[in-house]
């Protein structure tokens, strides 16, 4: 039985978060497990410039409405010319056509990844793409799977939950070396502490809520500053700093823009929180890797009751659950974090295992592997 592919991911996506992130790592992995790779992705976006740079084999394409025709001719050529064994999709432009064109081309392997917790309509497109034009469904998040198995009526052989799994770090800082660094960088005193967020800085993370959280907890919590980690939009940022203006924090609110090694700031925090709100009453979140890496740097975690962040913080075992776009329920997780020592270092060590044992790299691809030899066993029967 083979063990080696040609794997071909395409997305339509052009940021640097999550998806794009999990599609480099999991590269990463299956390259060094032998494994042969095509990135397809628009032209001069991170994914496709760091893929590049470390010589995988990419091509570029537009995946906008005004190409769709050029765009699958030229996935059409792809196919043709690169016979892969394995095509990934993971948005929705390029799912529709690059799933299309690999049925078309016999692509004999082809799965589609949905990394957001958004509801999906059961159209009669959206049944052909779900059901028709892939074999399998990955999701991040368990919420997902029951609404797209709902939704399409699919078989548990035909979607799994396949949430990101972490890169782990070479070493870690210590804890009190990495608090100093960033009092540092922040102008603060060195003892300053911190409670924070790491990730994208968006309305829909419900960043506002830390903040509004804060201001009721401040008094409790002399010496305590909020570090807000992670890019957003001006509009956002502006929103955040007038409200901390409002709420008579703003000295003690502090944005450091985006990192590319943000390991050194979940060890500097005291409490990382991802207070993330559902979208007109539907989550988004799969499962988050801010909060894997978070539990993996032996940081407390608080999450909204929200899409995925529920498959990975078991409340009062891995972590601490608050009610969305509810700042006193979040300030009341806060204090219980940072005041009962005891059973957070216990819920810390267990969130830690938890990561290192279902949520590393090395897991995850173990088990899309295991998809892989899956399907190829099926292959296999029929041809016997």
């Known amino acids: 039985m083979r063990s080696h592919y040609k794997i071909v991911h395409t997305t339509c996506h052009t940021q640097w978060g999550g998806l794009e992130k999990r599609i480099y ?5 299956m390259e060094k497990n032998g494994h042969q790779i095509i990135i397809v992705a628009p032209k001069d976006t991170p994914l496709l410039l760091k893929a590049k740079a470390h010589g995988f084999k990419v091509y570029e394409i537009e995946f906008n409405l005004f190409s769709m025709i050029k765009d699958y001719k030229f996935l059409n050529r ?61 999701t991040t998040a368990d919420y997902t799977t029951k609404h797209l198995k709902k939704v399409f009526k699919l078989k548990d052989v035909q979607i799994f939950s396949m949430p990101s799994g972490i890169v782990e770090p070479d070493h870690l800082l210590e804890k009190t070396e990495a608090r100093k660094m960033l009092a540092i960088e922040l102008g603060l005193d060195p003892e300053t502490r911190f409670i924070g967020f790491v990730g994208r800085v968006s309305k829909d993370k419900g960043v506002s809520a830390i903040l509004e959280a804060f201001q009721k907890v401040k008094p409790a919590l002399p010496g305590y500053h909020v570090a807000i980690v992670g890019e957003g939009t001006s509009d956002y940022i502006t929103f955040l700093k007038t409200l901390a203006t409002t709420l008579k924090i703003d000295d003690h609110i502090h944005f450091t823009g985006f990192k590319e090694d943000v390991w050194p700031y979940y060890r500097a925090l005291d409490l990382k929180i991802l207070p993330s709100v559902d979208v007109h009453g539907i989550p988004f979140e799969g499962v988050p890797q801010a909060l894997l890496e978070a539990m993996f740097s032996e940081c407390p975690v608080i999450g909204s009751r929200s899409g995925g962040i529920v498959d990975i913080i078991d409340h009062e075992k891995t972590g601490l659950l608050f009610d969305a776009s509810n700042p006193l329920d979040l300030a009341d997780k806060i204090l219980q974090t940072l005041k009962y020592k005891n059973t957070t270092i216990k819920r810390i060590e267990t969130a830690r295992e938890l990561v290192k044992k279902h949520h590393t790299i090395d897991a995850m691809g173990r088990n899309v592997n295991r998809i892989y030899r899956l399907h190829q066993v099926k292959l296999d029967r029929r041809h016997f």
């Open 25 to 29: 790592n999991e590269s990463v992995w």
């Open 78 to 138: 792809i196919f043709y010319n690169e016979k892969p064994d394995i095509i990934n999709t993971h948005g929705n432009k390029d799912s529709k056509l690059a799933l299309f064109a690999a049925k078309r081309s016999k692509v004999p392997l082809r799965i589609l990844s949905r990394h957001i917790s958004a509801h999906v309509r059961s159209s009669w497109y959206n049944r052909m793409v779900y059901k028709k034009l892939c074999h399998y469904i990955f």
